[in-house]
Protein backbone atom coordinates (compact mmCIF):
# COMPACT_ATOMS: atom_id res chain seq x y z
CA UNK A 1 0.00 0.00 0.00
CA UNK A 2 0.87 3.20 -1.10
CA UNK A 3 1.12 6.13 1.90
CA UNK A 4 0.25 9.77 0.33
CA UNK A 5 2.92 12.34 0.78
CA UNK A 6 1.66 15.06 2.84
CA UNK A 7 3.23 17.93 4.74
CA UNK A 8 4.17 18.06 8.77
CA UNK A 9 1.85 20.58 9.74
CA UNK A 10 -0.95 19.49 7.80
CA UNK A 11 -0.54 15.99 8.73
CA UNK A 12 -3.90 14.18 9.95
CA UNK A 13 -4.72 17.67 10.71
CA UNK A 14 -8.61 16.80 10.38
CA UNK A 15 -7.99 13.01 12.11
CA UNK A 16 -11.17 11.89 13.79
CA UNK A 17 -13.64 14.33 11.94
CA UNK A 18 -16.40 12.49 9.77
CA UNK A 19 -17.08 14.07 6.64
CA UNK A 20 -20.04 13.94 4.24
CA UNK A 21 -19.31 15.15 1.12
CA UNK A 22 -22.24 15.40 -1.32
CA UNK A 23 -21.99 15.42 -5.31
CA UNK A 24 -19.12 13.59 -4.51
CA UNK A 25 -17.91 12.29 -8.12
CA UNK A 26 -17.96 15.67 -9.96
CA UNK A 27 -14.60 17.57 -10.47
CA UNK A 28 -15.02 19.77 -6.94
CA UNK A 29 -17.01 16.82 -4.71
CA UNK A 30 -13.66 14.31 -6.23
CA UNK A 31 -11.43 16.82 -4.91
CA UNK A 32 -12.60 17.66 -2.01
CA UNK A 33 -12.93 14.05 -0.71
CA UNK A 34 -9.77 13.42 -1.44
CA UNK A 35 -8.18 16.48 -0.09
CA UNK A 36 -9.83 15.97 3.28
CA UNK A 37 -9.10 11.96 3.56
CA UNK A 38 -5.85 13.19 2.59
CA UNK A 39 -5.87 15.23 6.09
CA UNK A 40 -7.33 12.11 8.07
CA UNK A 41 -10.66 12.58 7.94
CA UNK A 42 -13.06 9.77 7.37
CA UNK A 43 -15.21 10.70 4.20
CA UNK A 44 -18.45 9.40 3.50
CA UNK A 45 -18.76 10.24 -0.68
CA UNK A 46 -22.46 10.71 -1.36
CA UNK A 47 -24.02 10.75 -5.25
CA UNK A 48 -26.55 9.82 -7.46
CA UNK A 49 -24.00 8.27 -9.49
CA UNK A 50 -22.07 4.70 -7.93
CA UNK A 51 -18.87 6.49 -5.74
CA UNK A 52 -17.11 2.67 -4.84
CA UNK A 53 -14.70 4.04 -7.48
CA UNK A 54 -13.09 6.65 -5.18
CA UNK A 55 -13.63 5.64 -2.32
CA UNK A 56 -11.79 2.70 -3.57
CA UNK A 57 -9.07 4.81 -5.11
CA UNK A 58 -8.93 6.55 -1.93
CA UNK A 59 -8.80 3.93 0.20
CA UNK A 60 -5.56 2.56 -1.57
CA UNK A 61 -3.59 5.52 -0.62
CA UNK A 62 -3.96 4.81 3.03
CA UNK A 63 -3.18 1.74 5.67
CA UNK A 64 -6.26 2.44 7.22
CA UNK A 65 -9.71 2.90 5.05
CA UNK A 66 -10.86 6.60 5.09
CA UNK A 67 -14.09 6.55 3.13
CA UNK A 68 -17.10 4.94 2.36
CA UNK A 69 -19.17 4.69 -0.50
CA UNK A 70 -23.23 5.48 0.36
CA UNK A 71 -24.89 6.57 -2.58
CA UNK A 72 -27.79 8.16 -2.68
CA UNK A 73 -30.65 10.28 -4.58
CA UNK A 74 -30.64 13.69 -2.03
CA UNK A 75 -34.13 14.91 -3.26
CA UNK A 76 -35.59 11.65 -1.83
CA UNK A 77 -35.72 12.21 2.43
CA UNK A 78 -36.43 8.59 2.74
CA UNK A 79 -33.11 7.75 1.29
CA UNK A 80 -31.82 10.36 3.23
CA UNK A 81 -32.93 9.25 6.64
CA UNK A 82 -31.55 5.86 5.59
CA UNK A 83 -28.02 7.35 4.69
CA UNK A 84 -27.80 9.16 7.81
CA UNK A 85 -28.97 5.65 10.11
CA UNK A 86 -26.08 4.11 8.17
CA UNK A 87 -23.67 7.00 9.14
CA UNK A 88 -24.73 6.79 12.47
CA UNK A 89 -24.41 2.81 13.22
CA UNK A 90 -20.83 3.20 11.73
CA UNK A 91 -19.49 6.13 12.90
CA UNK A 92 -22.00 8.25 15.28
CA UNK A 93 -22.59 11.07 12.97
CA UNK A 94 -20.92 14.00 10.63
CA UNK A 95 -18.99 16.65 11.88
CA UNK A 96 -17.97 18.17 8.11
CA UNK A 97 -21.04 18.39 5.62
CA UNK A 98 -20.00 19.56 2.22
CA UNK A 99 -23.33 20.69 0.41
CA UNK A 100 -21.69 20.43 -2.78
CA UNK A 101 -24.62 18.38 -5.14
CA UNK A 102 -26.37 20.57 -7.92
CA UNK A 103 -27.69 19.57 -10.96
CA UNK A 104 -27.88 22.26 -13.69
CA UNK A 105 -32.01 22.08 -14.99
CA UNK A 106 -32.54 23.92 -17.96
CA UNK A 107 -34.65 26.31 -19.62
CA UNK A 108 -35.62 29.64 -19.19
CA UNK A 109 -38.61 31.12 -17.56
CA UNK A 110 -41.32 31.01 -18.42
CA UNK A 111 -40.55 28.18 -20.59
CA UNK A 112 -39.31 25.57 -18.31
CA UNK A 113 -41.54 22.51 -17.40
CA UNK A 114 -43.50 22.39 -13.61
CA UNK A 115 -41.42 18.42 -13.85
CA UNK A 116 -38.28 20.08 -14.79
CA UNK A 117 -38.42 22.98 -11.92
CA UNK A 118 -39.77 20.08 -9.42
CA UNK A 119 -36.83 17.84 -10.53
CA UNK A 120 -34.29 20.28 -10.37
CA UNK A 121 -35.17 21.96 -6.98
CA UNK A 122 -35.65 19.00 -4.94
CA UNK A 123 -32.08 17.79 -5.28
CA UNK A 124 -30.54 21.51 -5.56
CA UNK A 125 -32.26 22.71 -2.16
CA UNK A 126 -34.19 20.72 -0.48
CA UNK A 127 -31.75 18.13 -1.14
CA UNK A 128 -29.28 20.16 0.86
CA UNK A 129 -31.88 20.91 3.24
CA UNK A 130 -32.28 17.25 4.19
CA UNK A 131 -28.75 16.47 4.92
CA UNK A 132 -28.28 19.69 6.94
CA UNK A 133 -31.64 19.09 9.21
CA UNK A 134 -29.84 15.59 9.65
CA UNK A 135 -26.56 16.77 10.46
CA UNK A 136 -27.48 19.13 12.84
CA UNK A 137 -28.45 17.15 16.02
CA UNK A 138 -25.54 15.17 16.35
CA UNK A 139 -23.64 18.58 16.06
CA UNK A 140 -25.62 20.26 18.29
CA UNK A 141 -24.64 17.01 20.94
CA UNK A 142 -21.09 17.19 19.88
CA UNK A 143 -21.27 21.14 20.00
CA UNK A 144 -19.00 20.95 17.35
CA UNK A 145 -19.90 21.21 13.24
CA UNK A 146 -18.76 22.35 10.11
CA UNK A 147 -21.38 22.81 7.54
CA UNK A 148 -19.90 24.12 3.98
CA UNK A 149 -21.88 25.11 0.47
CA UNK A 150 -20.81 25.53 -2.78
CA UNK A 151 -23.24 28.27 -4.17
CA UNK A 152 -23.06 30.68 -6.76
CA UNK A 153 -23.35 34.30 -7.92
CA UNK A 154 -27.16 35.92 -7.89
CA UNK A 155 -25.89 37.93 -11.03
CA UNK A 156 -25.27 35.05 -12.80
CA UNK A 157 -26.84 35.19 -15.91
CA UNK A 158 -28.54 32.91 -17.95
CA UNK A 159 -29.10 30.28 -14.91
CA UNK A 160 -32.49 28.61 -14.62
CA UNK A 161 -34.72 29.61 -11.56
CA UNK A 162 -34.60 26.06 -9.69
CA UNK A 163 -30.69 26.13 -9.84
CA UNK A 164 -30.47 29.99 -8.29
CA UNK A 165 -32.98 28.87 -5.51
CA UNK A 166 -31.10 26.49 -4.47
CA UNK A 167 -28.24 28.39 -4.61
CA UNK A 168 -29.56 31.43 -3.06
CA UNK A 169 -31.28 29.17 -0.53
CA UNK A 170 -27.60 27.88 0.83
CA UNK A 171 -26.14 31.72 1.51
CA UNK A 172 -29.51 32.19 3.44
CA UNK A 173 -29.23 29.03 5.11
CA UNK A 174 -25.75 29.41 6.27
CA UNK A 175 -26.17 32.80 7.50
CA UNK A 176 -29.10 31.51 9.65
CA UNK A 177 -27.35 28.74 10.57
CA UNK A 178 -24.49 30.33 11.57
CA UNK A 179 -26.12 32.70 14.30
CA UNK A 180 -28.65 29.94 15.58
CA UNK A 181 -26.29 27.43 16.45
CA UNK A 182 -23.00 29.43 16.91
CA UNK A 183 -23.11 28.73 20.66
CA UNK A 184 -23.20 24.90 19.55
CA UNK A 185 -20.09 25.77 17.42
CA UNK A 186 -21.37 24.86 14.05
CA UNK A 187 -20.26 27.25 12.27
CA UNK A 188 -20.76 27.62 7.52
CA UNK A 189 -19.20 29.10 5.15
CA UNK A 190 -20.46 29.45 1.46
CA UNK A 191 -17.80 29.23 -1.15
CA UNK A 192 -19.93 31.14 -4.71
CA UNK A 193 -18.44 30.06 -8.06
CA UNK A 194 -19.17 31.48 -11.40
CA UNK A 195 -16.71 28.80 -13.19
CA UNK A 196 -14.78 26.37 -12.18
CA UNK A 197 -12.32 24.08 -14.06
CA UNK A 198 -14.33 20.87 -13.90
CA UNK A 199 -13.91 17.72 -16.48
CA UNK A 200 -17.91 18.77 -16.63
CA UNK A 201 -17.58 22.10 -18.01
CA UNK A 202 -15.60 20.28 -20.56
CA UNK A 203 -18.66 17.78 -21.17
CA UNK A 204 -20.77 20.50 -21.54
CA UNK A 205 -18.37 22.33 -24.34
CA UNK A 206 -17.99 19.33 -26.30
CA UNK A 207 -21.91 18.34 -26.08
CA UNK A 208 -22.62 21.79 -27.10
CA UNK A 209 -20.07 21.60 -30.00
CA UNK A 210 -17.86 24.23 -28.73
CA UNK A 211 -14.28 23.72 -29.05
CA UNK A 212 -12.83 22.81 -25.18
CA UNK A 213 -9.78 24.71 -25.74
CA UNK A 214 -10.96 27.81 -26.79
CA UNK A 215 -14.01 27.64 -24.70
CA UNK A 216 -11.75 27.16 -21.57
CA UNK A 217 -9.34 29.67 -22.90
CA UNK A 218 -12.44 31.95 -23.53
CA UNK A 219 -13.62 31.38 -19.92
CA UNK A 220 -10.24 32.32 -18.13
CA UNK A 221 -9.94 35.25 -19.76
CA UNK A 222 -13.12 36.41 -18.95
CA UNK A 223 -11.43 36.01 -14.96
CA UNK A 224 -9.49 38.63 -14.08
CA UNK A 225 -7.03 36.52 -12.47
CA UNK A 226 -6.81 35.18 -16.38
CA UNK A 227 -7.95 31.75 -15.27
CA UNK A 228 -10.25 29.53 -13.30
CA UNK A 229 -10.78 28.40 -9.97
CA UNK A 230 -9.52 24.69 -9.92
CA UNK A 231 -11.20 22.29 -8.01
CA UNK A 232 -8.14 21.28 -5.83
CA UNK A 233 -8.15 24.89 -5.26
CA UNK A 234 -11.86 24.66 -3.69
CA UNK A 235 -11.07 22.10 -1.82
CA UNK A 236 -8.36 24.00 -0.29
CA UNK A 237 -10.64 26.36 0.65
CA UNK A 238 -12.66 24.00 2.50
CA UNK A 239 -10.42 22.90 4.23
CA UNK A 240 -8.30 26.37 5.52
CA UNK A 241 -12.10 27.46 6.37
CA UNK A 242 -12.63 23.75 8.25
CA UNK A 243 -9.46 24.43 9.99
CA UNK A 244 -10.38 27.87 11.14
CA UNK A 245 -9.81 28.17 15.03
CA UNK A 246 -11.49 31.70 15.39
CA UNK A 247 -15.03 31.44 16.06
CA UNK A 248 -15.89 34.53 14.14
CA UNK A 249 -15.14 32.97 11.09
CA UNK A 250 -18.35 31.62 10.54
CA UNK A 251 -21.41 32.46 8.13
CA UNK A 252 -19.34 33.62 5.61
CA UNK A 253 -19.74 34.12 1.65
CA UNK A 254 -16.74 34.09 -0.02
CA UNK A 255 -16.80 35.16 -3.61
CA UNK A 256 -14.42 33.30 -5.89
CA UNK A 257 -15.18 34.64 -9.39
CA UNK A 258 -12.07 36.19 -10.42
CA UNK A 259 -13.72 39.34 -9.94
CA UNK A 260 -16.14 38.51 -12.82
CA UNK A 261 -18.93 40.20 -10.65
CA UNK A 262 -17.87 43.23 -9.60
CA UNK A 263 -14.59 44.71 -11.74
CA UNK B 1 -55.11 77.78 -0.89
CA UNK B 2 -51.49 77.37 -0.11
CA UNK B 3 -48.83 75.81 -3.72
CA UNK B 4 -47.87 72.84 -0.99
CA UNK B 5 -52.04 71.72 -0.52
CA UNK B 6 -52.52 72.11 -4.20
CA UNK B 7 -49.58 70.15 -5.32
CA UNK B 8 -50.99 67.22 -2.46
CA UNK B 9 -54.27 67.31 -4.08
CA UNK B 10 -52.93 66.71 -7.25
CA UNK B 11 -50.41 64.01 -6.53
CA UNK B 12 -53.51 62.64 -4.85
CA UNK B 13 -55.64 62.80 -8.49
CA UNK B 14 -52.86 61.17 -10.37
CA UNK B 15 -51.93 58.49 -7.99
CA UNK B 16 -56.29 57.80 -7.71
CA UNK B 17 -56.03 57.68 -12.01
CA UNK B 18 -53.24 55.63 -12.00
CA UNK B 19 -54.70 52.84 -10.58
CA UNK B 20 -58.31 52.98 -11.99
CA UNK B 21 -59.64 49.92 -13.82
CA UNK B 22 -55.95 47.96 -13.73
CA UNK B 23 -56.50 44.35 -13.34
CA UNK B 24 -54.61 42.52 -10.18
CA UNK B 25 -54.24 38.80 -9.04
CA UNK B 26 -53.34 38.45 -5.65
CA UNK B 27 -51.82 35.28 -4.06
CA UNK B 28 -52.13 34.52 -0.62
CA UNK B 29 -55.03 36.94 -0.46
CA UNK B 30 -56.33 36.37 3.41
CA UNK B 31 -52.57 36.81 4.77
CA UNK B 32 -52.28 40.02 6.59
CA UNK B 33 -50.40 41.37 3.81
CA UNK B 34 -52.77 40.37 0.99
CA UNK B 35 -55.42 42.23 3.21
CA UNK B 36 -53.52 44.80 3.36
CA UNK B 37 -53.06 45.34 0.02
CA UNK B 38 -56.18 44.16 -1.21
CA UNK B 39 -58.14 46.83 0.58
CA UNK B 40 -55.25 49.41 -0.54
CA UNK B 41 -55.92 48.73 -4.29
CA UNK B 42 -59.48 47.91 -3.81
CA UNK B 43 -60.06 51.49 -2.54
CA UNK B 44 -57.97 52.77 -6.14
CA UNK B 45 -60.63 51.10 -8.11
CA UNK B 46 -57.92 47.96 -8.91
CA UNK B 47 -60.27 45.62 -10.22
CA UNK B 48 -58.93 41.77 -8.17
CA UNK B 49 -58.64 38.14 -8.35
CA UNK B 50 -57.84 36.94 -5.19
CA UNK B 51 -56.42 33.48 -4.91
CA UNK B 52 -55.85 31.22 -1.58
CA UNK B 53 -55.11 28.27 -1.12
CA UNK B 54 -57.64 25.63 0.44
CA UNK B 55 -55.68 25.43 3.83
CA UNK B 56 -56.18 29.31 4.23
CA UNK B 57 -59.27 30.12 2.92
CA UNK B 58 -61.67 33.02 3.98
CA UNK B 59 -64.06 34.61 1.87
CA UNK B 60 -65.24 37.02 4.67
CA UNK B 61 -63.22 39.85 3.63
CA UNK B 62 -64.38 39.60 -0.10
CA UNK B 63 -67.89 41.12 0.02
CA UNK B 64 -66.44 44.61 2.28
CA UNK B 65 -63.71 44.68 -0.98
CA UNK B 66 -67.07 44.74 -3.80
CA UNK B 67 -68.37 47.69 -2.65
CA UNK B 68 -64.95 49.31 -3.86
CA UNK B 69 -64.92 47.51 -7.35
CA UNK B 70 -64.77 44.17 -8.68
CA UNK B 71 -63.70 41.22 -6.98
CA UNK B 72 -63.14 37.51 -7.81
CA UNK B 73 -62.14 35.05 -5.63
CA UNK B 74 -60.88 31.62 -6.35
CA UNK B 75 -59.56 28.25 -3.87
CA UNK B 76 -56.60 26.22 -5.08
CA UNK B 77 -54.75 23.49 -3.32
CA UNK B 78 -51.21 23.56 -3.05
CA UNK B 79 -49.09 22.02 -5.07
CA UNK B 80 -51.87 21.17 -7.88
CA UNK B 81 -50.69 23.05 -11.45
CA UNK B 82 -53.91 22.70 -12.88
CA UNK B 83 -56.02 24.19 -10.12
CA UNK B 84 -53.93 27.16 -10.15
CA UNK B 85 -54.35 27.45 -14.14
CA UNK B 86 -57.95 27.43 -13.90
CA UNK B 87 -58.13 29.72 -11.26
CA UNK B 88 -55.70 32.17 -13.27
CA UNK B 89 -57.69 31.97 -17.00
CA UNK B 90 -60.97 32.12 -14.72
CA UNK B 91 -59.92 35.91 -13.78
CA UNK B 92 -58.49 36.08 -16.80
CA UNK B 93 -61.26 35.27 -19.15
CA UNK B 94 -63.32 38.20 -16.31
CA UNK B 95 -61.16 41.07 -16.60
CA UNK B 96 -58.60 40.81 -19.43
CA UNK B 97 -54.95 41.58 -19.33
CA UNK B 98 -53.28 41.03 -15.96
CA UNK B 99 -51.22 44.05 -14.74
CA UNK B 100 -50.44 43.17 -11.44
CA UNK B 101 -49.21 40.12 -9.82
CA UNK B 102 -48.94 40.23 -5.84
CA UNK B 103 -47.52 36.77 -4.42
CA UNK B 104 -47.62 36.70 -1.05
CA UNK B 105 -47.56 33.92 1.62
CA UNK B 106 -49.14 33.47 5.22
CA UNK B 107 -45.75 34.34 7.04
CA UNK B 108 -47.84 34.53 10.07
CA UNK B 109 -48.82 31.22 10.37
CA UNK B 110 -45.42 30.28 9.46
CA UNK B 111 -44.14 31.66 12.74
CA UNK B 112 -47.14 30.75 14.58
CA UNK B 113 -47.11 26.97 13.50
CA UNK B 114 -43.44 26.70 12.83
CA UNK B 115 -40.64 26.33 15.96
CA UNK B 116 -37.45 27.48 15.86
CA UNK B 117 -36.41 24.23 16.93
CA UNK B 118 -38.08 21.91 14.60
CA UNK B 119 -34.97 19.80 12.41
CA UNK B 120 -37.88 18.12 10.79
CA UNK B 121 -37.51 16.97 7.11
CA UNK B 122 -41.71 16.92 6.74
CA UNK B 123 -42.19 20.29 7.89
CA UNK B 124 -39.29 21.32 5.20
CA UNK B 125 -41.46 19.22 2.60
CA UNK B 126 -45.01 21.29 3.76
CA UNK B 127 -43.28 24.46 3.90
CA UNK B 128 -41.37 24.22 0.46
CA UNK B 129 -44.18 23.10 -1.43
CA UNK B 130 -46.71 26.05 -0.18
CA UNK B 131 -44.47 28.67 -0.40
CA UNK B 132 -41.96 28.40 -3.61
CA UNK B 133 -43.61 25.87 -5.34
CA UNK B 134 -46.84 27.51 -5.15
CA UNK B 135 -45.24 30.67 -6.48
CA UNK B 136 -43.81 29.26 -9.73
CA UNK B 137 -46.98 27.84 -10.42
CA UNK B 138 -48.71 31.04 -9.75
CA UNK B 139 -45.82 32.85 -11.89
CA UNK B 140 -46.14 30.20 -14.84
CA UNK B 141 -49.84 30.44 -15.10
CA UNK B 142 -49.62 34.66 -15.27
CA UNK B 143 -46.56 35.83 -16.64
CA UNK B 144 -47.26 34.09 -19.70
CA UNK B 145 -50.58 36.67 -20.07
CA UNK B 146 -48.28 39.27 -19.02
CA UNK B 147 -45.40 39.06 -21.55
CA UNK B 148 -48.69 38.58 -24.20
CA UNK B 149 -49.39 41.75 -23.13
CA UNK B 150 -46.44 43.31 -23.06
CA UNK B 151 -46.40 44.29 -19.61
CA UNK B 152 -46.98 43.37 -16.20
CA UNK B 153 -45.45 43.97 -13.26
CA UNK B 154 -45.02 41.40 -10.08
CA UNK B 155 -44.32 42.00 -6.79
CA UNK B 156 -43.31 39.23 -4.70
CA UNK B 157 -42.67 38.98 -0.74
CA UNK B 158 -40.56 36.70 1.63
CA UNK B 159 -39.22 37.79 5.10
CA UNK B 160 -35.51 39.39 6.46
CA UNK B 161 -35.09 35.80 7.92
CA UNK B 162 -33.80 34.73 4.47
CA UNK B 163 -30.70 36.06 2.03
CA UNK B 164 -32.70 38.85 -0.36
CA UNK B 165 -29.00 39.36 -2.29
CA UNK B 166 -27.14 41.90 -3.15
CA UNK B 167 -27.07 45.55 -3.23
CA UNK B 168 -30.05 47.51 -1.02
CA UNK B 169 -30.90 44.01 -0.30
CA UNK B 170 -27.35 43.05 1.21
CA UNK B 171 -27.88 42.91 5.22
CA UNK B 172 -27.94 40.75 8.27
CA UNK B 173 -30.90 38.59 8.20
CA UNK B 174 -32.88 38.24 11.44
CA UNK B 175 -33.94 35.07 13.77
CA UNK B 176 -37.36 35.69 13.76
CA UNK B 177 -38.34 32.52 12.03
CA UNK B 178 -37.41 28.78 12.23
CA UNK B 179 -34.40 27.48 9.85
CA UNK B 180 -37.25 26.16 7.31
CA UNK B 181 -38.22 29.82 6.98
CA UNK B 182 -35.01 30.87 6.37
CA UNK B 183 -34.02 28.28 3.41
CA UNK B 184 -37.63 28.71 2.10
CA UNK B 185 -37.32 32.49 2.05
CA UNK B 186 -33.69 32.42 0.20
CA UNK B 187 -34.54 30.17 -2.25
CA UNK B 188 -37.49 32.87 -3.48
CA UNK B 189 -34.39 35.19 -3.89
CA UNK B 190 -32.58 33.33 -5.75
CA UNK B 191 -35.58 31.62 -7.75
CA UNK B 192 -37.26 35.38 -8.56
CA UNK B 193 -33.91 36.53 -9.59
CA UNK B 194 -33.43 34.02 -12.21
CA UNK B 195 -37.06 34.85 -13.14
CA UNK B 196 -36.42 38.81 -13.13
CA UNK B 197 -33.73 37.68 -15.69
CA UNK B 198 -35.54 36.24 -17.84
CA UNK B 199 -38.94 38.06 -17.78
CA UNK B 200 -37.79 41.66 -17.24
CA UNK B 201 -36.14 41.93 -21.41
CA UNK B 202 -40.25 41.57 -22.02
CA UNK B 203 -41.61 44.25 -20.61
CA UNK B 204 -42.90 42.31 -17.08
CA UNK B 205 -40.89 43.86 -13.95
CA UNK B 206 -40.14 41.77 -11.26
CA UNK B 207 -39.35 43.45 -7.71
CA UNK B 208 -39.75 42.06 -3.60
CA UNK B 209 -40.39 43.00 -0.47
CA UNK B 210 -38.49 41.48 2.31
CA UNK B 211 -41.01 41.66 5.48
CA UNK B 212 -39.03 41.87 9.30
CA UNK B 213 -40.17 41.19 12.59
CA UNK B 214 -42.01 43.50 13.02
CA UNK B 215 -44.02 44.64 9.79
CA UNK B 216 -47.50 44.12 10.87
CA UNK B 217 -46.88 47.23 13.68
CA UNK B 218 -46.81 49.54 10.39
CA UNK B 219 -48.80 48.24 7.42
CA UNK B 220 -48.12 51.50 5.26
CA UNK B 221 -44.19 51.10 4.84
CA UNK B 222 -45.95 47.74 2.98
CA UNK B 223 -48.08 49.94 1.10
CA UNK B 224 -45.52 52.18 -0.01
CA UNK B 225 -43.72 49.88 -0.89
CA UNK B 226 -46.06 48.22 -3.12
CA UNK B 227 -46.81 51.59 -4.45
CA UNK B 228 -43.20 51.80 -5.33
CA UNK B 229 -43.00 48.66 -7.48
CA UNK B 230 -46.37 48.84 -8.87
CA UNK B 231 -46.12 52.52 -9.98
CA UNK B 232 -43.50 52.03 -12.54
CA UNK B 233 -40.60 54.10 -10.56
CA UNK B 234 -38.35 51.35 -9.56
CA UNK B 235 -38.69 50.14 -13.29
CA UNK B 236 -34.49 50.04 -13.21
CA UNK B 237 -34.26 48.29 -9.73
CA UNK B 238 -34.59 45.11 -11.80
CA UNK B 239 -35.17 42.06 -9.30
CA UNK B 240 -34.41 44.14 -6.10
CA UNK B 241 -35.90 43.62 -2.71
CA UNK B 242 -36.47 46.29 0.27
CA UNK B 243 -36.14 44.99 3.25
CA UNK B 244 -39.01 46.26 5.78
CA UNK B 245 -37.32 45.78 9.15
Known sequence: MKKKNVSYEEKESLKGKVTLVTGATGGIGSAICKRFAELGSFVYICDIKSTVELANYINEQYEEPRSMSVPCDISSKVKVKDMYQKISKEKEGVDILINNAAVHGKGDFPEISYDEFLKTIKIDLSGAMYCTLMAIPYMKKNRWGRILFTGAPLSSSGIPCPYLAGKSGFIGLAKYISKKYKEYDIRTFTLVLRHCDTPMIRRVMKARGVDVEKGIEELNKKSRTGKMITPKEVAEIYVYFSLAKSPKINGLTLLSDGGITYL | ?245
Open chain 2, 1 to 245: MEESHIFKKRWKIIKDQFYKGQNCIIFGANSFVGKTISKFLAQKNVNLGLIDLDSHKNSGDVDNLKKYNEVIYKIVKSGNKDNIIDAVEGIYSYFGDINYLICSYYIDDVKRNIKPEDLSLETWDYLFQDWIVNYFLVLKAVVPLMIQAESGRVVFFNTTNGYTGEGEGEGDITLNGSIHESACSSGITGMMTSIAADIIPQGVSVNGIALGPNYKNDPKRIIWTVNLWLSGLGEYSCGQILRLY
